[in-house]
């Protein structure tokens, strides 16, 4: 596909992220641009496409545009834009009482998208992008990788739909309205895989980590996961059981960040011990 040329003249930063940058349409206040970092061409086009499928699916979530490329280069993707939008993080950061409102209105959204089932065919298995992500990793051995290949393999398979970065942050709300937003790894498969990221990311993370990507204390990104848990799972299921289940889980992102940083990191591999044994 032809991005389409576009000028950055138009439009004005917004924010940040982890891939790219988010800038305002200056002349049509409608449109948003998703805009990635220099040399990320063929992942803003994967997102668009998965972002399409998964808006024509229903699921809430601001409206795909096109394919574009900016004067320097960038490729990016145009959505449009909801006004006055706030993720959860920034939510709960700016207004900790509200933490224990917050996480259950998260927890209810995460469980309709976990209910969604998912034409297969036009989606890839979570469990695909898990093995291709191990064969790719070089900081664990041939043996741990089998170890963990087996404990991926023997997770119930399910058809539903899975965000593939199920942050706190990538849920966002206006009035009565939410959306989930960055479905570029979006897939389906067991909604574990989904639940891990959450709890990577309120628990696992380090304080700088959180504090920066969160704008929140560690300990109000912990106490958000208190509150979803028993909401996602069940009042009658004791934390450290719903904590059990879903470490391995949280820390198989390991993989991930690990291939981002391109260094190993020992204080995320804690809920692998046990498999690795």
Same mark, same amino acid.
């Given at each position: 596909?032809?991005?389409?040329?576009?000028?950055?003249?138009?439009?004005?930063?917004?924010?940040?992220?982890?891939?790219?940058?988010?800038?305002?349409?200056?002349?049509?206040?409608?449109?948003?641009?998703?805009?990635?970092?220099?040399?990320?061409?063929?992942?803003?086009?994967?997102?668009?496409?998965?972002?399409?499928?998964?808006?024509?699916?229903?699921?809430?979530?601001?409206?795909?545009?096109?394919?574009?490329?900016?004067?320097?280069?960038?490729?990016?993707?145009?959505?449009?834009?909801?006004?006055?939008?706030?993720?959860?993080?920034?939510?709960?950061?700016?207004?900790?009482?509200?933490?224990?409102?917050?996480?259950?209105?998260?927890?209810?959204?995460?469980?309709?998208?976990?209910?969604?089932?998912?034409?297969?065919?036009?989606?890839?298995?979570?469990?695909? =992008?898990?093995?291709?992500?191990? +064969?790719?990793?070089? !900081?664990?051995?041939?043996?741990?990788?089998?170890? &963990?290949?087996?404990? %991926?393999?023997?997770?119930?398979?399910?058809?539903?739909?899975?965000?593939?970065?199920?942050?706190?942050?990538?849920?966002?709300?206006?009035?009565?309205?939410?959306?989930?937003?960055?479905?570029?790894?979006?897939?389906?498969?067991?909604?574990?895989?989904?639940?891990?990221?959450?709890?990577?990311?309120?628990?696992?993370?380090?304080?700088?980590?959180?504090?920066?990507?969160?704008?929140?204390?560690?300990?109000?990104?912990? =106490?958000?996961?208190?509150?979803? +848990?028993?909401?996602? !799972?069940?009042?009658?299921?004791?934390?450290?059981? &719903?904590?059990?289940? %879903?470490?391995?889980?949280?820390?198989?992102?390991?993989?991930?960040?690990?291939?981002?940083?391109?260094?190993?990191?020992?204080?995320?591999?804690?809920?692998?011990?046990?498999?690795?044994?």
């Amino acid at each position: 596909m032809t991005p389409t040329k576009i000028s950055l003249k138009d439009f004005v930063l917004s924010g940040g992220g982890f891939n790219g940058d988010s800038y305002d349409c200056v002349s049509d206040p409608s449109l948003m641009l998703k805009l990635y970092f220099p040399g990320k061409i063929q992942q803003p086009l994967d997102e668009m496409l998965t972002a399409r499928k998964v808006f024509d699916m229903g699921i809430p979530t601001p409206e795909p545009g096109g394919y574009v490329e900016t004067e320097d280069g960038r490729y990016g993707i145009l959505f449009r834009r909801i006004p006055g939008k706030v993720s959860y993080s920034r939510a709960t950061g700016d207004h900790p009482e509200n933490v224990r409102r917050y996480a259950a209105e998260f927890a209810r959204m995460c469980l309709q998208l976990h209910a969604i089932h998912v034409d297969t065919t036009q989606f890839e298995n979570v469990k695909d =992008r898990y093995y291709r992500l191990l +064969a790719e990793s070089s !900081f664990f051995s041939k043996t741990e990788k089998d170890k &963990i290949a087996r404990f %991926i393999a023997d997770t119930p398979d399910e058809d539903t739909a899975v965000h593939g970065d199920l942050q706190y942050s990538n849920a966002v709300f206006v009035g009565d309205k939410r959306y989930f937003i960055d479905l570029g790894d979006f897939c389906f498969g067991n909604h574990l895989f989904d639940v891990g990221m959450v709890y990577l990311s309120c628990c696992l993370s380090d304080e700088s980590f959180i504090r920066e990507t969160f704008h929140m204390p560690k300990q109000l990104a912990v =106490r958000f996961w208190e509150h979803f +848990a028993p909401v996602y !799972f069940g009042e009658g299921i004791p934390l450290k059981e &719903i904590e059990q289940l %879903i470490l391995p889980y949280a820390s198989l992102k390991t993989l991930i960040v690990e291939r981002d940083s391109r260094c190993p990191m020992p204080g995320l591999r804690v809920g692998l011990e046990p498999i690795l044994k």
